[in-house]
């Protein structure tokens, strides 16, 4: 069956301490994945997807197929980055329908 | 504002009642999503529009709930005779085709059956 796992429901960390935050998968072939976040107050928005291998605010995420991990990470957490993010695999097969984790919330604490 | 929008953003009700909820998506997207979220949990899909044409319905999906999107604008999401079990914010979303997964997230519609 296809799933994602997010392992960790709250993490933790001081600010400047870097983070990881962990998303497994099991999906046939080679799934497109895509972090979410939900800042407080705010609907849920695209954070990054990992086609673009880009960094938005510090955050990078790479494709590990050996593993089918994609982990989020940000070498020096903020304050800001406080929010609940979501790991979210496109469906196999499928170019519309996103899967998403059950999510972790994330603190950084001043 | 050009982002999603939905209404009502509250809606409380009584078992049994029937409820609708209205979502307006970017104006050029041609996706439509319809997610709901219980607590503690990550947004479930249930049914995705391209254009007017519903074309998956999430077996989460019981017959007391019916999507429409008239002419491929906004779409309503109704559920009828409802249960306590249905409350839970209830998310739409919109894209365009060559996306993929790039979402674009309303604000949600905050469903409390008493």
């Known amino acids: 069956a296809q799933r994602v796992t997010q392992p960790e429901k709250l993490l933790s960390v001081f600010k400047g301490a870097p983070v990881e935050l962990k998303c497994n998968y099991s999906y046939s072939g080679s799934p497109e994945l895509f972090w979410y976040v939900q800042y407080s107050r705010q609907r849920l928005q695209l954070l990054l997807r990992h086609i673009s291998r880009e960094s938005i605010k510090g955050f990078t995420a790479d494709l590990n197929k050996g593993e089918t991990s994609f982990h989020l990470k940000k070498p020096f957490a903020q304050e800001e980055d406080s929010a609940m993010y979501y790991c979210a695999p496109l469906s196999g097969g499928s170019n519309y329908k996103l899967t998403f984790g059950k999510g972790t919330l994330l603190t950084v604490n001043p | 504002d050009t982002g999603v929008s939905q209404n009502p953003r509250h809606k409380i009700t009584k078992r049994g009642q029937n409820v609708t909820f209205r979502c307006d998506p970017i104006s050029e997207h041609n996706r439509l999503y319809w997610y709901r979220q219980t607590l503690g949990q990550g947004p479930e899909f249930l049914t995705y529009?391209?254009?007017?044409?519903?074309?998956?319905k999430s077996r989460l999906l019981s017959d007391r709930f019916s999507a429409e999107r008239p002419k491929g604008s906004f779409s309503t999401l109704e559920i009828q005779r409802t249960e306590q079990g249905d409350s839970a914010m209830y998310l739409c979303a919109s894209s365009s085709t060559p996306a993929g997964g790039q979402l674009f997230f309303g604000p949600g519609t905050r469903l409390t059956v008493l």
């Open positions: 529009f391209q254009n007017e044409a519903q074309l998956e």
